[in-house]
């Protein structure tokens, strides 16, 4: 089965708006075993909405359509896929009841184009919306003799999804023969894309009916795998053998099988080991903390730390001495390892990680160049300090540079 | 003019990747007052592709296709075009000869299939490609009996945009009537869309031939003016009056009027005062030191800051009394107050700032619940302090908090 997907909405052909439902829409399709061959954006315009309407019954088994349910003028959708269609639209008194009820509830009069709303292609299965006023319809039809299903859904993400997800979902499965989905994501840090590639490449092409897909982006890679046939128990082997030939390949340069994030393993790991974490920044100026903190539960395990922009609070806050600053520069590998060890001091954590670097776009110089960044990690015994020259801009750089100080606390505590 | 938008490629039909050059795109037309009707996505697929062209054709005048001009068999754009119009494909021996230097000076052997490149459309323009080895074409033609315009561009961005911007915006302009474009934008924070929509909607609505769009995301609300007539003079007046309408109404809520962001303005304020900040945060971790050092040159006014989750170092590094932790909780007025007059006078800066809240999902009681958060700011003279209770989840209370405080500063920099 194949499908296509409608966005409606002038606002969605201007510079400011875009559709994000279709990536959503195109997971769970996928993971049916439906592929997307087009996308469509069009305007509030009943003539263009009636004609795409047309091409897409024309050419896909299923077409979703999304937005232009509400009450307004500029609501459209019902309408063009009737005449699309050439059926007609009956108002459904069950949701001409509900709808005066919603409003009672809410001690809002209802002027009368709501009831627009409640206008149902005829033979479609009414899809009630939990979480607005705009009710979707589900139509298996046919056009041009070919069995067709469309879908209407209300625009707005947090009606479409959870209305796809418990009513279009198990009824699209119903529709297509019976098939299993495995998928597993590998994540992995601070590896170049091109590098990681080369060493799985031999690995992947073996397996040709798995889809590999890798994604790159600031410091992380992902490898999605994903197959699919009709018995449940093969599709997870295979695709579990794959993964544990590309695990065997990159060790503990995964750090995520299960769709964690970086910071959320560090959490893990930290928490399992009881242990604390402090951080003193320069260069990243509170990304650090800022990505640790941003993991619900962080307080367990992240005490705090500082921001030392100024080099005198790098000895204020981290005990750095202004002599180590003279001697090395404030971007030294000297002076990374002494706010690592500094801040764990200071705050009485397990470890302590500095980084210091120059981010850009001013006070690069040839020995220092913008991108040169020194990382530490000190647990009291030991502290581990790299240098990297990072490329990029200032935000790539310091999204980097938090994401080398990530990966370093995790590989010490695995 | 109308114009289609066309994103070829089949990871565009993935869950992973958008098309966001059509954002751009649009941008640049509606400059030129030339609206986009559709946009639309397509696989690597030669039939389809031909038939999405033909489609395009039939409806726009001016259609863009992206991608799918590189050298593998995937790249299938000029064929399909060629065959949609009915005409022939051309290999220009200048490319050819461009293509041979370009591989030579890099070292590489060029492979045959890269000579694909240099298949021009009988009667297009070359475009050359600054940073990449497609070429784009520019084709003016007719299309049942109508003038079309076919443009042909490379996906990747940095290759795509300023392709558009330098040798097909001025072709454009010259193909469609006269007219100037004067474009404001006002940006507010910390005022609901809601009620900022009741202050201005009697303003704007008296200006039907400007375009007014209100675009709202997590504490800002921006104001988009556009309009477009045959004069330079009378379109810049126009939108000049409706923008200083909607100032005198909001006042000192417009916090910028040429895009500058919330960070860049403090930023700017403090630098002219040559005042200096320092800040210490608690529930939102680092947000806002990251936040301001996001901007270059950052390092001019702000001197750094702690982040401080444990209540030993909200006493460690910004001398909260513990007995005031004690007595009034860590979520208070007089928390927030100590924290910014603290790290003021640990750091010796002009500006202190301090942050304390539950950010959630966890953490919240009746009285102090999820979302609650004060934030005070202090000069030496004077600390003002506001107690906020955002909704939203963990990431959106964390972003309301930054912004506010950053407004905060903001109002007491004006």
């Known amino acids: 089965m194949n499908a296509e997907i409608i966005a409606i909405g002038s606002e969605l052909l201007t510079p400011f708006r875009q559709d994000t439902n279709s990536l959503f829409l195109t997971d769970r399709l996928n993971q049916l075993g439906i592929e997307v061959h087009f996308k469509d954006v069009v305007g509030d315009n009943h003539d263009q909405l009636v004609s795409v309407a047309r091409i897409a019954f024309s050419r896909a088994d299923l077409t979703i359509f999304m937005g232009g349910l509400g009450p307004t003028e500029d609501d459209l959708t019902r309408e063009a896929v009737a005449e699309a269609l050439g059926t007609g639209l009956e108002r459904d008194q069950e949701l001409v009841a509900w709808l005066h009820k919603r409003f009672a509830s809410r001690g809002i009069k209802m002027r009368d184009n709501n009831l627009r709303q409640a206008d149902v292609l005829a033979a479609a299965v009414v899809l009630p919306n939990a979480n607005g006023s705009a009710p979707g319809q589900w139509l298996q039809t046919e056009y041009e003799g070919k069995a067709r ?19 279009c979902f198990e009824r699209l499965r119903a529709a297509v023969p019976t098939q299993f989905i495995a998928k597993r994501v590998l994540k992995v840090a601070m590896v170049p894309e091109s590098e990681l590639d080369a060493r799985i490449a031999p690995i992947y092409t073996q397996f040709a009916d798995i889809q590999t897909t890798i994604l790159a982006h600031a410091g992380e890679v992902q490898i999605h795998l994903q197959t699919r046939s009709s018995s449940k ?29 970086l910071e959320q393993i560090v959490g893990c790991y930290l928490e399992m080991r009881s242990a604390s974490l402090a951080v003193a920044e320069s ?14 539960g962080s307080s367990h395990y992240f005490l705090g730390g500082a921001v030392v ?3 005198e609070l790098k000895t ?23 706010l690592a060890e500094g801040i764990r001091r200071r705050c009485k954590s397990s470890f302590g990680m500095g980084i210091t670097g120059i981010a850009g776009p001013d006070g690069g110089t040839p020995e220092k160049p913008v991108g040169l960044v020194y990382i530490a990690v000190a647990d009291g015994e030991r502290t581990d300090v790299v240098e990297r020259r990072f490329p990029g801009d200032r935000e790539r750089v310091r999204w980097w540079s938090t994401t080398q100080a990530l990966d370093m606390l995790r590989t010490r505590l695995i």
Chains 1, 2 share one sequence.
């Open 316 to 338: 204020a806050f981290a005990d750095v001495p202004p002599g180590l600053i003279n001697q090395h520069g404030a971007v030294s590998r000297e002076v990374a390892t002494a």
């Open 233 to 261: 128990e093969a599709t997870d082997a295979r695709v579990n053998e794959l993964a544990g030939k590309i695990e065997d390949e990159l060790a503990d340069r995964i750090f995520s099988t299960a769709g964690e994030s």
């Open 309 to 311: 922009y100024s080099n």
């Open 283 to 296: 260069c990243t100026g509170g990304l650090l903390a800022e990505r640790i903190t941003n993991i619900p």
């Open 149 to 167: 299903i469309a879908i209407l859904l209300p625009g707005p993400p947090h009606e479409l999804r959870p209305m796809f997800d418990s009513q």
